[in-house]
């Protein structure tokens, strides 16, 4: 069974409109860790945010939060103000299990796209 | 600077030819490990290593070796490479120490083999 499932192989915003991710995950275990990671188009994996399980604020950086909704096991990440910037390959990932246990799994991705 | 190194950079190859990616960090971090990407399956795991010494099987591990000599090296052996190995791959590391153990990602390493 997919442990990490990101639904929109797609998306294409407008410039300066908010955009949200959707990332949905399955575990049993109950310490976890989420990840977003970004992915330009020239290759490398950018890392944008990372929500604990037992953290009680949803995570913010800048412009990224994560809508961390532990009961629906989701965790959207929301850009606010999208710049053409943004455009660019997202990936949710989570870290399951012991501080030591540090295998990533990843969801397919999602492709943002920002028309000006 | 801190960073993860991976050479070369693009590497098309024939079926068989035995290659090796080098992967680098200077943040004397203990763990290390390699993914590679493929459309439409995100980033998968090969090999992990927990330490010098240390090195164990991910989720798709059939077809490639790893070796960890030394805590800064993680190379990516694949002894009779096929065309399935065509990919991205991708070498990352982190410490047990930083903030929320995040994984440092090498630039990637485009693989083709004919």
């Known amino acids: 069974a997919q442990k990490i499932t990101q639904t929109q192989p797609g998306m294409f915003v407008q410039e300066k409109e908010a955009v949200t991710l959707d990332c949905t995950y399955d575990?049993?275990?109950?310490?976890?860790?989420l990840f977003w990671y970004k992915q330009p188009s020239s290759g490398e994996m950018i890392f944008l945010i990372y929500?604990?399980?037992?953290?009680?604020q949803n995570a913010t950086e800048g412009r990224y939060s994560l809508n961390f909704q532990k009961a629906r096991k989701s965790a959207n990440l929301v850009i606010s103000a999208s710049q053409l910037g943004d455009s660019a390959m997202y990936f949710c990932a989570m870290r399951e299990g012991i501080q030591g246990a540090q295998k990533l799994v990843f969801g397919q991705g999602t492709r943002l796209t920002i028309n000006p | 600077e801190a960073q993860v190194t991976q050479n070369p950079r693009y590497l098309i190859t024939v079926t068989g030819k035995k290659l090796t990616v080098t992967c680098s960090q200077n943040m004397n971090h203990e763990y290390m490990s390699w993914y590679r990407q493929d459309p439409g399956l995100g980033l998968r795991q090969i090999y992990y290593s927990m330490n010098v010494e240390v090195t164990d099987k991910g989720d798709v591990p059939e077809g490639y070796k790893v070796s960890r000599k030394e805590k800064r090296n993680f190379p990516l052996i694949l002894e009779s490479p096929s065309p399935n190995q065509t990919s991205l791959y991708f070498c990352?590391?982190?410490?047990?120490?930083?903030?929320?153990?995040?994984?440092?990602f090498g630039p990637g390493t485009r693989l083709t083999v004919l």
């Open positions: 990352a590391s982190t410490d047990y120490n930083t903030a929320h153990n995040e994984q440092f």
């Open positions: 929500q604990g399980s037992y953290d009680q």
């Open positions: 575990t049993s275990d109950p310490s976890y860790g």
